[in-house]
């Protein structure tokens, strides 16, 4: 399995605290099966991101972890103004293995009222945003912000789930959504989005097991080997399908 969206690089955000912290981290995703792991601190007002920095981090936890798991370098860029900027004016600094794929991470507190024109702006710059984890935000988990998640699919982005919202680590609506958002075919990616060994670790295998049951082996493949593949090799995505209609609201009358 790959997993493309991972907070193992040491002292730079929440992950990780330590290189020790880090090598638990990268020894259980191998433990766990997954051969490659893109590490992608954040990138927002309250971290600052190098990729120099996170190159050297890299080389250090190869050295440190040998070969068992392929280590390669992204963000998790968060949706500001300010970020839009530094992106277009160099975006192999924050995609996924310095290709075309940023995973993009939307605010808590505010979604902006020009965002499809912000998205599309960022293809018209070669850049592919994948919208980060949108069952786990609360501004994207009501029906606006899952019908804005529909028309950024339908625009071309592609959506990356968490392994433990399917899980039910986070809670029931994290769980329930994600379930919807895959029953409707708007998920492409489903990522750890891991920051240490205990509470949110690098763990795969049981996301992927609930997906082969209810979608097939061939779905879970393309979410968790195939799509993240092509997306750290700047390739189109071999999984994208049309997203089904969305499931109807149940009323009760009395």
Not at 186 to 203: G, I, K
Request: net charge neutral; with cysteine; glycine share 8%.
């Amino acid at each position: 399995m790959i997993d493309i969206h991972s907070h193992f690089l040491p002292g730079l955000d929440d992950g990780a605290p330590s290189i020790e912290d880090a090598v638990a981290m990268i020894e259980m995703a191998a433990a766990d099966g997954t051969t490659h792991l893109v590490g992608t601190p954040h990138c927002n007002s309250r971290f600052a991101f190098s990729l120099e920095r996170n190159r050297a981090l890299l080389g250090e936890l190869r050295a440190r972890s040998g070969n068992r798991v392929e280590l390669l370098s992204g963000c998790d860029f968060h949706l500001s103004y300010e970020n839009l900027g530094k992106v277009l004016a160099a975006k192999s600094i924050y995609t996924l293995n310095q290709g075309k794929y940023l995973l993009t991470e939307f605010a808590t507190y505010g979604i902006a009222p020009r965002t499809l024109n912000v998205f599309h702006q960022l293809h018209l710059n070669d850049i592919v945003p994948v919208i980060t984890h949108p069952e786990r935000n609360p501004l994207l988990q009501g029906s606006g912000g899952l019908k804005l998640v529909r028309r950024l699919v339908e625009m071309g982005c592609p959506v990356q789930i968490t392994a433990g919202s399917l899980t039910g680590h986070f809670g029931r609506d994290p769980q329930r959504i994600a379930r919807q958002l895959l029953g409707e075919r708007l998920v492409h990616f489903v990522a750890s989005d891991a920051h240490d060994t205990r509470h949110r670790p690098p763990r795969l295998s049981e996301a992927r097991a609930e997906v082969e049951k209810s979608y097939g082996a061939e779905v879970a493949r393309a979410l968790f080997v195939e799509n993240p593949r092509a997306a750290l090799e700047s390739e189109p995505l071999p999984f994208f399908p049309p997203p089904k209609p969305p499931t109807p609201r149940r009323f009760w009358f009395f």
